[in-house]
């Protein structure tokens, strides 16, 4: 399902505030990231726009079942606002900024331009 950016993040903070789960870490987020620099999982968009199209906004992938909002700031990959699991379990930037960090402070360099790259070709 296709959702455009707004609304989507519409969604997923109102189920943030029904969710009973315990919240995604920025680490088990970061591992997901980290999976489809190494080609071990697949990343999809979740909008109709492209990474170039949209350039300096939030952009909404699906990984394998987890949906996650990306910040793209002028082409780069800047951050990750939110994530929700295939179980349900959501993650956001305000929580994880709480312990001073956010999934994709977490790649390492090769592994964010690899993300970069198959954000520009999806």
């Known amino acids: 399902m296709i959702l455009d950016t707004s609304r989507r ?9 029904l969710n009973t789960k315990p919240a995604l870490t920025a680490r088990e987020v970061y591992q997901v990231l980290k999976d489809v620099a190494l080609g071990s999982r697949t990343m999809q968009r979740a ?22 909002t990306l910040f793209n700031d002028g082409g780069t990959l800047d951050y990750c606002e939110d994530c929700r ?19 994709v ?5 090769w592994e964010r331009e690899q993300l970069e790259r198959l954000l520009n070709a999806l």
């Open 105 to 109: 402070e977490l790649l390492s360099g």
């Open 47 to 68: 909008c109709s726009q492209s990474w170039n199209e949209i350039y300096h906004d939030l952009m909404p992938v699906e990984i394998d079942g987890w949906y996650l």
């Open 9 to 17: 993040v519409s969604v997923i903070k109102m189920r943030e505030n």
């Open 85 to 103: 699991s295939p179980d349900g379990r959501i993650g956001s930037l305000e929580d994880w900024q709480r312990y001073g960090t956010d999934p």
